[in-house]
């Protein structure tokens, strides 16, 4: 078929794809939504908390207790699913949680069940998208972690290095600093600065912002930027402040206000994780996490057993395409070897009917020769004889002279003797 | 608090997903509510595609309804009728409505149902849908892929024009659609239906109807399963196939423009329900199923296309024993099977070339063994020649022998009877020095 490049249109009257949007709306929301969230950080640092006042529910309460309430000896990979609705919209949430991590004495090795659990979470929907019979795949990977780092005004821990360096590329991680309110402003200023220092130089790549085009919308992004990581305050909790119910932590110098701005990012991360960037960071998960894992899964089975280097630059056809051209590759060798073999049996056949050929001819040449020598034999015989007969005639002839002159002399000599007689007579 | 109720048909998906799941109440407001949002604002900004396939014959107003459909002049001079096959001609274009970015593509069947043997019209249509199947499915099988970016041009949406003879459908057209309806969304419609009256309009939708399903040709049912567009919906459905007319001339009617076809007996005006379903075309087409038009193209004829094509490659789920494969073992499974086939096909052919030098060195030797044998035959007749010539030599020998003796005694006689003579004592001597 023939195509045309690509035209600007520009509408005269309203044509109705502007809907479209809606279109997508209304499907979304009959579809429903699913998010799976996983928090990380030794036990004590409110991350069941902290869960609890991101979604305003009791998922972990004594009936369902959070992971520091879960004694382990080695480091867990739990999950808890809730469905929760709200405008209309449902959302299936799965926490993913790991009770035990850094809690050990000694904890080599502690992010291990955790990126056991990331990669089988993608191996189970490579699986799935890679079935024949294909259903609606559900959404089982992990869209973002959530880092708890604890306040100790210095630094990041060597864990937390090793932890975020080990997963950085598998999942979108947001650290986050625990219980901020143990943290004077200036304090938490610092410890953030060095954090954030800490992770430059470490290269781990953390969740970024996705750029977009409203200049306001950066603005706003880009104070974000400026307060990462989020130090963050939780509560279960509902106290009175100044008339209003709030969420917070009543000390007895006063009350440490979850949703206040200016005592923690709270309000920060929940509206980032929640209201704003949940689909970003489920987009960035299915885009370039599981895209990794994907070609990595992938690029080793086909390879296996091959030059790696040979293949390098064809990683963007898939294995099946890859055996297609592989297929033709063998073929036109084939074709070669066939090519070659045949020249190559030619030339000896050649070879062996010139053999042959020069054989013949100097068994012709000798057997000439031989006849020509016989023949010269012969001549030379034929000359021989001839010769011979020649003087032997000749010497007969002689002979016969000879004999008629000595008969003529003796027949004279017997003449002259009867003569002599006679005379004498 | 709020309550939470839970109907399974509204969680087709996340019933599968949600085993286990619990349903908690909300203490306030957390605000994924504007998960819907956040998707949308996600497509607007990455922009919309969608995919027109218009099947018909040549002269019935399709790219003038494209043209009416999008309020825009597209591309095309009007085709002749002699084109020798059906050729499918495709243009991409970007329009924008508000801040909705659509990339539209609208492809054209160029001479179709013009030939004379039209047994193969069909053949192209499903080849350029298929291939547009198989695009998007080696992408999807790449190893390093963009899906995400990527341009997908499969038919959402196929508009076959039926010819307005107020009859029934021609053979043509069942063939064709039987075809197609396993592949696309077909949506039916009647082209310049201006040309018949309303009466024989009715019967002509109710003989299409029955044609197509006494046929079983499956058509595009609008959707009802949304209830907040399930009435319109099926109120549509009952509507098919919509009779339409295009056009991009404007008339003016009382104090507006319209567009229109001005005939000397009256205007027929395009947007008027009256007149044609133009109306409800674009309505159900645009307005309200272009997004569940793609989402089937996607979930339901592009997985058909691809479970298929997989199946032939020889892919399956599980193996004999029913356990699942995983996609590891499938593909190293195909690929020892590849490798063990090339491997076989090389081994035969040096196996053929063996046979082929035993065979030629038998022959040769044959040969160099006769050319020997005759050879030998003639050294064995020159030998007796040879012999034969030694023996006439040895004859001549000894005559020549026999008559130097001979010579000598007849000399030596006469040597004796000079002697005797006395005369020839010098002649001896010289014939003694002889």
């Not at chain 1, 954030?196 to 977009?212: G, V």
């Not at chain 1, 036109?332 to 001819?361: H, N, P, T, W």
């Not at chain 2, 023996?391 to 005559?399: M, V």
Request: proline share 3%.
């Amino acid at each position: 078929h023939t195509e045309r490049p690509q035209q600007q249109k520009n509408l005269e009257g309203y044509v109705g794809f502007a809907n479209l949007p809606n279109q997508v709306y209304r499907k979304s929301v009959k579809r429903g939504f699913e998010f799976t969230l996983m928090v990380v950080g030794e036990s004590g640092l409110g991350k069941s908390t902290m869960i609890n006042s991101l979604f305003l529910t009791d998922l972990y309460s004594t009936d369902y207790p959070g992971p520091s309430h879960r004694i382990k000896k080695t480091v867990q990979v739990e999950q808890s699913k809730v469905l929760v609705k709200e405008g209309g919209v449902h959302l299936l949430l799965t926490i993913v949680d790991t009770p035990g991590f850094g809690d050990a004495v000694d904890n080599s090795n502690c992010w291990q069940p955790v990126t056991d659990h990331i990669d089988s979470k993608f191996e189970d929907y490579l699986n799935a998208e890679s079935r024949v019979n294909r259903r609606q795949m559900p959404d089982n990977r992990v869209h973002c972690c959530l880092y708890f780092i604890a306040p100790s005004g210095h630094g990041l821990k060597p864990l937390d290095i090793e932890f975020m360096k080990r997963l950085h590329e598998k999942v979108n991680i947001i650290p986050l600093i625990a219980k901020a309110d143990t943290m004077t402003p200036e304090e938490c200023q610092q410890f953030k600065k060095q954090i954030m220092k800490e992770i430059q130089e470490h290269k781990i790549k953390i969740y970024e912002f996705p750029e977009i085009d409203d200049e306001e919308e950066m603005k706003i992004i880009r104070k974000i930027k400026d307060r990462l990581p989020l130090a963050v305050v939780g509560s279960n909790t509902i106290i009175e402040v100044s008339g209003k119910r709030v969420r917070g932590r009543q000390y007895p110098w006063g009350v440490a206000e979850v949703e206040n701005g200016e005592h923690c990012d709270f309000t920060i991360l929940r509206n980032m994780l929640i209201r704003t960037h949940m689909q970003d960071l489920k987009d960035v998960t299915n885009n370039v996490h599981y895209e990794n894992y994907r070609s990595k899964k992938l690029a080793a089975v086909t390879y296996n057993g091959v030059d790696n280097n040979k293949n390098k630059g064809q990683l963007t056809k898939s294995p099946l395409a890859q055996m297609e051209e592989e297929r033709r590759e063998h073929v036109a060798k084939m074709k070669k070897m066939e090519q070659e073999m045949e020249q190559v049996f030619e030339m000896k056949v050649k070879e062996k009917l010139q053999k042959l050929k020069d054989s013949e001819a100097e068994l012709k040449r000798r057997h000439e020769q031989m006849k020509k020598n016989l023949e010269a034999q012969h001549k030379e015989l034929e000359e021989k004889r001839h010769q011979h007969e020649e003087e032997k005639a000749s010497w007969e002839a002689q002979q016969r002279i000879l004999e008629q002159q000595k008969l003529d002399a003796s027949r004279l000599k017997q003449n002259k003797k009867v003569n002599i007689f006679i005379d004498q007579q | 608090k709020q309550e939470v109720s839970y109907n399974a048909p509204e969680l087709r998906l996340m019933w599968s997903n949600g085993e286990g799941a619990r349903a908690v109440p909300l203490a306030g407001h957390v605000g994924f509510d504007s998960m819907p949002d956040q998707l949308v604002n996600k497509s607007v900004n990455h922009g919309f595609c969608f995919n027109i396939l218009c099947v018909g014959e040549t002269g019935l107003g399709k790219s003038t309804l494209m043209d009416t459909l999008f309020n825009t002049k597209f591309e095309g001079e009007p085709t002749q009728h002699n084109q020798p096959g059906v050729t499918l001609k495709s243009n991409t274009y970007e329009l924008q409505e508000s801040n909705v970015r659509l990339k539209l593509t609208v492809v054209n069947t160029v001479g179709f149902g013009d030939q004379i043997n039209k047994e193969d019209s069909y053949k192209s249509i499903v080849e350029f849908i298929d291939a547009q199947f198989e695009a998007y499915l080696q992408e999807e099988l790449k190893i390093k892929r963009t899906l995400h970016s990527y341009h997908d041009t499969r038919i959402h949406a196929c508009l076959y024009f039926i010819a307005p003879t107020g009859h029934s459908l021609k053979s043509l057209d069942l063939v064709t659609m039987k075809k197609l309806d396993s592949k696309v969304n077909i949506i039916p419609i009647i082209a310049k239906s201006d040309a018949i009256s309303k009466s024989e309009l009715a019967k002509f939708k109710i003989k299409i109807t029955s044609e197509l399903v006494s046929n079983g040709v499956q058509i595009y049912q609008f959707p009802t399963d949304d209830e907040s567009v399930a009435e319109i919906n099926s109120t549509m459905n009952s509507h098919l196939p919509f009779a339409v007319v295009g056009s991009t001339e404007e008339v003016k009617i009382g104090n507006k423009m319209v567009k229109a076809r001005q005939y000397p007996w009256g205007t027929v005006q395009v947007e008027n329900e009256n007149h044609c379903d133009f109306v409800k075309l674009r309505e159900m087409l645009i307005r309200v199923n272009m997004e569940d038009l793609r989402e089937q193209t996607h979930t339901r004829h592009y997985e058909l296309y691809r479970r298929c094509k997989l199946e032939e490659m020889g892919f399956k789920d599980t193996d004999p024993d029913s356990k699942p494969f995983s996609l590891q073992e499938t593909y190293e499974a195909k690929r020892n099977e590849f490798m063990g086939e090339l491997q076989k096909k090389e081994e035969e052919m040096r196996q053929m070339f063996v046979q082929r030098v035993k065979e030629k060195e038998a022959e040769l030797k044959e040969a160099e063994k006769e050319l020997h044998e005759k050879f030998d035959r003639l050294k064995k007749l020159h030998q007796d020649e040879k012999k034969k010539l030694e023996e006439k030599k040895k004859s001549l020998d000894d005559e020549l022998n026999t008559f130097k003796q001979k010579k000598t005694a007849a000399e030596l006689l006469q040597n004796q009877a000079q002697q005797a003579g006395g005369s020839t004592t010098l002649k001896r001597d010289k014939e003694r020095k002889k």
